[in-house]
């Protein structure tokens, strides 16, 4: 699921694309799964979220690699429109390079950073 960091920076050949400039969407959820129509509506909502080219990190946290800040609006619109009724989701906008220092931890054993930049160019 961990992308390599973009660095970006236009020439004659080649793209440099910056890690600064490139996004990270995260949607993280809470949705109500009493009633069977609840769970409908949540599992429809997952759903939708990998349709728009999310990936599901933990049961309701998915993040999405975005190539430009002009993309957050865009898909800010998107997840407007497919929100369930009931719950409560939060979008987070995050650079490449701030995604570069999550830590995480598989129970008390810290787990190795797979978010470390590599610099990329396009030809």
């Known amino acids: 699921m961990h992308a390599k960091s973009f660095q970006k920076r236009c020439t004659t050949n080649n793209v ?3 890690s600064y400039r490139i996004m990270w969407a995260i949607v993280i959820f809470d949705l109500p799964v009493v009633r069977k129509e609840d769970r409908q509506a949540a599992a429809k909502f997952r759903s939708n979220l990998l349709d728009l080219g999310f990936s599901m990190v933990q049961f309701s ?6 190539s430009s800040p002009e993309e957050l609006e865009s898909i800010s619109n998107k997840i ?6 009931k719950g409560k989701v939060e979008i987070i906008y995050i650079t490449d390079k701030q995604y570069e220092n999550i830590i ?4 008390s054993s810290p787990q190795p950073n797979k978010n470390k ?3 990329l160019w396009l030809f």
Do not use: D, M, T
């Open 104 to 107: 995480s931890y598989y129970g």
């Open 16 to 18: 440099y694309l910056s």
């Open 117 to 119: 930049a590599e610099q």
């Open 80 to 85: 407007k429109r497919i929100l369930p009724g």
């Open 61 to 66: 946290v998915y993040f999405k690699l975005l």
